[in-house]
């Protein structure tokens, strides 16, 4: 069942990398140009690609096809076919248009300033922690409630760095890439703001940045200006996440939204915005102190996560799939590893 289900995901793979090969020759074609006409043809990619997760079963696969091509990839053709985004560059060829596509990577534009490489002991750390809150998942029925709603928190930013790092360093060494860093410390975050814009998930932040949060802007500065038109911007673009997280679990436990996780990011919404009417009008007179405000942001976020972001992925076992979905995957290295020790022995 496990082969079946791999060789699925491979075969989904190719049909969404033979649909960017299309949505490659669509932007190389004057007979398209930016605009409707272009969003008409790629349409059908767009629509594929919301649709594709729902044929994988497994968690994780499921879980990072929709974030990469239901969520990413549509939004990056979104401005494509507009002549904006990533996907735009003139000079990008056929593969680099189908990895920018289809996976969370940035290409950096300085990349002497920021190499996310440099300390690759980091990540091996990560991996050996995420590897530790593996194990403690056994001794769940000893352990407080809510000190295991902490290790979920853990586990989401231990397993989304580990996989964005994966896909970062084999995008540099197939392609020879150099791409910014997808997390930047958010257990440091000292506010909210910092939080979402500047340290966690920095593709999707760089993403929801031309969908949504510009478009509200320019569109509101049109009637409060400019300065205030940065509110509803926000705002807009916590409202644009929310709906993609939903749909994401929905891929996931396949059940009706609750619309728990919308309420969470709506919640930070309205309190992003009032952080930034508030450093506007006290941040100068009365600034907190790191030692004050970092535990302040991540505890908010924890709090918040564990009432209303976590308990719709509880409920619909994804958990339970997540373990299962490890003890295969420690099997198969584990006979990997056996079979590969005894044909060295056997030389």
Known sequence: MASEGINKFIKLWLCMIISLCYCYSIGRTKKTPKGIVRLLCLLPVMCLFLAIPLNISSIHFAGTTAFSISWLANFKLLLFAFGKGPLSSPSLSLPRFIAIACFPIKIQQHPSHLNVYQTPTNYAIKVLLF?????????????????????????????????????ATLTRALLGLELEKQFNEPYLSTSLQDFWG?????????????????????????????????????????????????????????????????????????????????????????????????????????????????????RCGAKERALEEYAVLGAFIKNVTTLTFSSFQSH
């Open 131 to 167: 590897a530790l809150l593996l194990s403690v998942y056994d001794y769940t029925h000893h352990i407080h409630p809510t000190i295991l709603l902490v290790l979920y928190c853990f586990h989401v930013y231990f397993c989304l760095e580990i996989i964005l790092v994966t896909v």
């Open 198 to 314: 500047k340290r966690w998930n920095l593709m999707a932040t760089s993403v929801l940045r031309p969908t949504a949060y510009e478009p509200v802007r320019n569109t509101a500065a049109r009637f409060i200006g400019r300065k205030r038109a940065l509110l509803p911007a926000v705002f807009g673009t916590f409202v644009v996440s929310g709906i993609m997280h939903e749909l994401i679990f929905y891929y996931l436990g396949r059940v009706w939204p609750t619309w728990e996780v919308m309420r969470f990011f709506l919640l930070h919404g309205v309190c992003v915005t009032a952080e930034i009417v508030l450093k506007n009008a006290f941040a100068d007179k009365w600034p907190l102190p790191r030692e004050v405000s970092t535990p302040l942001t991540v505890g908010f976020v924890m709090i918040t996560g564990n009432w209303l972001f976590f308990p719709p992925l509880l």
